[in-house]
């Protein structure tokens, strides 16, 4: 690993001065260091976040909650606010990693992880378009059965890994910044970017903005919501696809909906269509079959992945089934 200069950040301010003359920010580090160790990443600096505090959950005035880029994973899911509100976040942190990364792993980071492409991952293959600009693409032509079906590009067919980030995507949340002019907030819709012609940018965040939390607004799926995760293996394994589901159901009718899937984009995959599909229908099969045909209608699966198609049609209408049922904390899933 190349050598690099650390310390702790003294402020926010200081953490931005400091990425402002070089540094990379550290959070839980359980994505960078690997990407270090991997020789992909090589910064002069680290800033370390860990000592700013920045690790409370807490009401907003409108209803919502405010989390703060701190807080790890493993405090976020198991916190009594977000398991009775917001039991998809819980549900989908949970379903990632191991519980020795999610107690390492932050919020903020979460939203910053990279692709799990191994192309990019590994640097015994030749540089990629995600590495270095203008390199090529070797998953198009190569291994590519966990990528994109989704806004994909000619040069970049990754995806995003977070389940979390589906989660909050569903949930329409709001990411607030910091940058030495102000502060901002960005819909999570605008945070991550498709690859176009620029696979190396991940997200609109601009050069050394600071991630200051995750603002959930108030929601009223939380009687009614599923995260389904399908993927190799049952448990320390990306998805292949993923399901956010949420419903409001009143008087045995879909009052409001929201969908998203993971493992199909190089961002959560909104499926508003689907979800204007679902209002005013009783939640039944028929309804979950109609709308998850709609969802899945654009994907452009590539030669090794087209079953992400049936499988993502099959796992809609699953989780919308799960969601349907009034699960609630008292059966929310417990941690692999
Ligand atoms: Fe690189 Fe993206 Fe192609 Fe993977 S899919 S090899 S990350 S350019």
Redesign the pocket.
Known sequence: MKPFDFRHAESADDAIDAAIHGATYLAGGTNLFDLMKSGVEQPSALIDLRRLAMTSITTTDTGGVFIEAGVTNSALANHQLIRSQYPVVSHAILSGATTQLRNMATAGGNLLQR?R????MQTA?PE????KPG??????N?F?RE??IFG?SD????IHPSDMAVALAMLDAVVHVKSSTGRRSIPISKFFAL?GRT?EVDNTLQPHDLILGIELPPSHLHEHSWYLKVRDRHSYAFALVSVAAGLRIEDGGITDAALALGGVAAKPWRLQEAEASLIGRRPDAHAFRTAATIAMAGAQPLRQNAFKVDLGRHSIVRALTLAAIDRRIASAPTAR
Not at 135 to 140: K, R, V
Not at 155 to 158: F, G, I, L, Q
């Open positions: 692709t492409c191994p192309y990019f293959f990629c378009n995600k590495r390199s090529g693409c070797a998953a198009i190569g590519h990528h994109a994909a040069d970049c067919v990754a690859p696979p």
